[in-house]
């Protein structure tokens, strides 16, 4: 109950698409639902983040979409750009705990 | 400013030493997190101070001992680690638990 399952594992776009990442959880605990992004070497940089009230939330190219009645939650990157290229970890929080479930997150690859 | 930093970068380390991860942030967040991050894997809490006490340690073994001497400040105390610790030790910081800010890490090698 505690997952956050997150697909795909890995990802290649061309520059200039839309990037996909899917998360999905099943504890009606959860909160609040940050994405991370993470460079080699370097700590996970909050991204953008959503409350269950909300469906969208859009920060620049960035947005998420997120299904309440499905437990699903996803982020879209538009003009997908070289500079995107990072690891993208999904994440929920606990209302009980105020802990972070991490989803297994996407190595996702901009190719020219 | 939502900086958190970490000192060491690097850390190698036998497995008799004892050593110390510090982490510092100057944004008046009333919350320090420690995680630990193996390769490609999200990170793993290990700890969590609220008001400078301890309010969640995830069965973390004792050879890992975390310390909050103030507001601002983090450690983490290593001794008798074992190989398998090598890691990427992450510090965060927030104000109310939802938006958690990470630090750089440090890299922590254990030979």
């Known amino acids: 109950q505690q ?3 997150q697909s795909p594992q890995s990802l290649i776009v061309q520059k200039g698409g839309i990037s996909i ?6 504890n009606t605990a959860f909160d609040y639902f940050p994405w991370y992004q993470q460079f080699p070497g370097k700590g996970p940089a909050l991204l953008i983040a959503i409350r269950p009230d909300v469906s969208e939330k859009k920060e620049g190219r960035f947005t998420i979409s997120f299904n309440k009645s499905a437990k699903q939650f996803s982020l879209h990157i538009m003009d997908s750009q070289p500079g995107d290229s990072a690891t993208y970890f999904c994440a929920a929080r606990n209302f009980g705990n105020e802990k972070l479930t991490f989803g297994t997150g996407t190595r996702l690859t901009i190719i020219p | 400013d939502t900086e958190v930093t970490q000192t060491p970068k690097h850390l190698v380390m036998g497995m008799t030493n004892k050593k110390s991860l510090k ?5 008046g967040h009333r919350a320090m997190y420690w995680y630990k991050q193996k390769a ?8 969590v101070y609220s008001y400078e006490k301890l309010s969640i340690n995830e069965s973390v073994p004792s050879r890992f ?10 450690n983490l ?8 610790d090598s ?17 750089p890490g440090t890299r922590l090698t254990v030979t």
Do not use: R
């Not at chain 2, 001992?65 to 983090?74: A, G, I, M």
């Open chain 1, 3 to 5: 997952q956050v399952k």
């Open chain 1, 21 to 26: 990442i899917n998360c999905a959880y099943e």
């Open chain 2, 23 to 27: 982490c510092e942030q100057h944004m």
């Open chain 2, 40 to 47: 490609k894997k999200p990170p793993e809490l290990m700890f």
């Open chain 2, 65 to 74: 001992s975390p310390e909050c001497p103030n507001s601002s400040l983090l």
């Open chain 2, 77 to 84: 105390h290593l001794h008798a680690l074992q190989p398998e």
């Open chain 2, 87 to 103: 890691a990427l030790y992450l510090c965060a910081s927030s104000q109310n638990s939802y938006e958690q800010y990470f630090g």
